[in-house]
């Protein structure tokens, strides 16, 4: 078994042990079952209202429809949230908390490299968030599925997509982790979070109000981080046409492109580049 492997499974081990995970599966859990308990009622609602109040069946069906797909990305929206939220509380202790109280050595002094330490660590946190954003994503859509009968369109690409960014946040937080101590990384992280979440409603009402100018600012605090694409793009390809049409605050009207998703690939692994090289250069 390589060094990577080992260091990835004791990494997966030692984070579900700790008490942030803990706390993030129970509240995870609470969260799929407060949506779901939620959108029972308001579901039921709906279709009382919509049968008593159009003109027509096909009429109500797309009302209904359009209601499902509108909550269900509200949900998803939340949980791509705490999915990233527990991505940058993952690594921000990483390296930064074992470099500060000396256990890194015990590592980093056997004939193991330190880029294996750091893409171990990386790869241990990948397997976790897949299975939260799994637990998160999934357990809204499935709760979605079983009280409308509805999935979204390309559903597996807008997961994946909601999956990548939150390995893009985890993966700068490592990266920051080599160099800066934990509290550092994690004000860095979220500071860096709330600029491209700004970044992308700026670009979002930029598209509504066809201001070329905001737009434009969108774009540009995508290239710093782009994450808030990520999602953009996710909600794209699984919101339906004519909620597109008309756009709600948890869809989007102002598409990133497939151009800024490679970017957005390039830009993680350039990120996870600079975290080995980072770990590799600093003084122990």
Same mark, same amino acid.
């Given at each position: ?7 990835? @499974?004791? %990494?997966? #081990?030692? +984070?579900? #042990? #700790? ?10 859990? +609470? ?21 008593? $109040? ?10 209904? +429809? ?9 949900? !998803? ?5 705490? /999915? ?15 470099? $500060? ?11 193991? @490299? #330190? ?20 637990? !998160? ?17 390309? !559903? ?6 909601? =999956? ?23 004000? &860095?992280?979220?500071?860096? =979070? ?16 066809? $201001? ?7 774009? &540009? ?10 999602? @953009? @793009? ?8 004519? %909620?597109?049409?008309?756009? /709600?605050?948890?869809?989007? %009207? ?31």
């Amino acid at each position: 078994m390589s060094a990577i492997s080992i260091i990835a @499974r004791l %990494t997966f #081990r030692e +984070a579900i #042990r #700790r008490r942030i995970m803990l706390a993030g599966l129970v509240l995870g859990v +609470a969260f799929v079952i407060l949506f779901s308990i939620g959108t029972h009622f308001i579901f039921g609602d709906i279709a009382k209202d919509t049968a008593a $109040n159009m003109p027509s069946q096909m009429a109500a069906d797309i009302l209904i +429809a359009e209601s499902t797909n509108t909550f269900m990305m509200m949900g !998803l929206y939340a949980a791509t949230f705490l /999915s990233i939220a527990m991505a940058a509380l993952l690594g921000a202790d990483t390296l930064a908390g074992e470099i $500060n109280s000396g256990t890194i050595q015990t590592i980093a002094t056997k004939p193991i @490299r #330190r880029a294996d330490v750091v893409l171990g660590k990386w790869l241990g946190f990948a397997e976790l968030l897949g299975l939260y954003v799994l637990l !998160l994503c999934g357990g809204i859509v499935l709760s979605t599925f079983i009280q409308s009968g509805q999935l979204p369109e390309n !559903l597996l690409i807008g997961l994946g997509l909601i =999956y990548m960014e939150s390995l893009l946040i985890m993966t700068i937080t490592l990266m920051l982790s080599s160099a800066f101590p934990a509290l550092a990384t994690g004000g &860095i992280v979220f500071g860096l =979070y709330g600029l491209a979440f700004i970044g992308g409603w700026v670009e979002q009402f930029g598209g509504l109000l066809q $201001n070329d100018t905001a737009i434009k600012v969108g774009i &540009i605090t995508s290239l710093v981080i782009p994450s808030e694409s990520l999602w @953009r @793009r996710a909600a794209f390809e699984m919101q339906t046409p004519l %909620t597109g049409t008309f756009g /709600s605050p948890f869809t989007t %009207t102002s598409v990133p492109s497939s151009l800024m998703m490679a970017y957005a690939f390039l830009y993680l692994i350039v990120i996870l580049f600079l975290a080995v090289h980072i770990f590799q250069a600093r003084d122990l």
